[in-house]
């Protein structure tokens, strides 16, 4: 990995985590919503998977949802951070035996990863021939209403402004991205949730307590102004804020699912082997159409 590509502190972030780990409970109302959404789309697929990895949520919680459900016998938790997990490594670089899981779940960890693409090859690599990514990760809208405010505040306040939110992928790149990487019979989907807060800070102090801090390697290392942090939630509240007197905050979701090729699956068929005209489908005249 080059230095231009690093976008993330990945101690920063192993830092955060460990830290919400103890309190968790209080702040994880999203990954659960967001997991069971998972889990819906797992339940329209019939096949079974023995032996399932999930990366960024324990097994403790998420035990309860699989229960009975998927042939799941054996699920392998794994965080970047020693939070009680059966295995604590970094995304970045997998300590996995190729070909073990039939399933590989990753809940809200792969937006942090320096290398994505990277990341994708080794869950690939981990999966048996035919097994399954699902994997639920921010897109590029998520807290935009927290991220126009703190532009605009240090905007009028400090002459330019520093990177609160961190980038995160869009839709439309998801699936070229799926198939980059090997994975066959890509799709990306993006869902969008809508959570209120009583204020800015309300909003801040989950994200911290759901492991969410900013982690971004350009953001500003000292504290953050009072004067700029009070104009943010002033901002926040004249652009955004509802009648109620709370403030939104967007969460775009993209899904990714992928499966390790195998010689079972459907493939495309080659140019010249389809057994029916378009024409004749779509019940059209085909017209010859001749160079000049």
């Known amino acids: 990995m080059t230095e231009t590509m690093l976008i993330f502190d990945r101690a920063a972030k192993r830092l955060h985590r460990a830290r919400a780990a103890h309190g968790f409970a209080a702040h994880d109302f999203l990954h659960r919503e967001i997991a069971e959404r998972l889990l819906d789309r797992l339940a329209d697929i019939r096949r079974e998977f023995p032996l399932a990895l999930l990366q960024g949520a324990s097994p403790d919680w998420l035990q309860p949802l699989l229960a009975g459900r998927f042939g799941i016998q054996r699920l392998v938790g794994m965080d970047m ?82 990177p609160h939110v961190s980038p995160m992928v869009a839709t439309y790149d998801g699936a070229a991205l799926l198939q980059r990487t090997g994975f066959a019979l890509p799709v990306a989907d993006a869902e969008r949730i809508t959570v209120t807060f009583r204020d800015p800070f309300a909003l801040m102090r989950d994200l911290r307590g759901m492991g969410e801090a900013n982690a971004v390697l350009g953001r500003r290392k000292g504290f953050t102004r009072r004067a700029s942090l009070l104009r943010m939630a002033e901002i926040y509240a004249e652009r955004f804020g509802l009648p109620d007197g709370r403030i939104p905050a967007t969460f775009e979701v993209v899904m990714l699912t992928g499966w390790s090729p195998d010689a079972s699956q459907q493939q495309p068929l080659r140019p010249g082997e389809a057994k029916l005209r378009l024409a004749d489908a779509l019940g059209a005249v085909e017209h010859k159409v001749s160079k000049g």
Do not use: I
């Open 81 to 162: 951070a020693p939070t009680g997990q059966q295995l604590v490594a970094d995304e970045d670089l997998l300590p996995l035996a190729e070909g073990r899981f039939d399933l590989a779940l990753c809940l809200l960890n792969l937006h942090w990863v320096n290398d994505l693409p990277g990341a994708l090859v080794q869950l690939r690599r981990a999966l048996k021939p035919d097994g399954l990514l699902l994997a639920a990760l921010f897109g590029g809208d998520t807290l935009t209403e927290l991220r126009q405010s703190w532009l605009a505040a240090e905007s009028e306040l400090e002459g330019g402004a520093g």
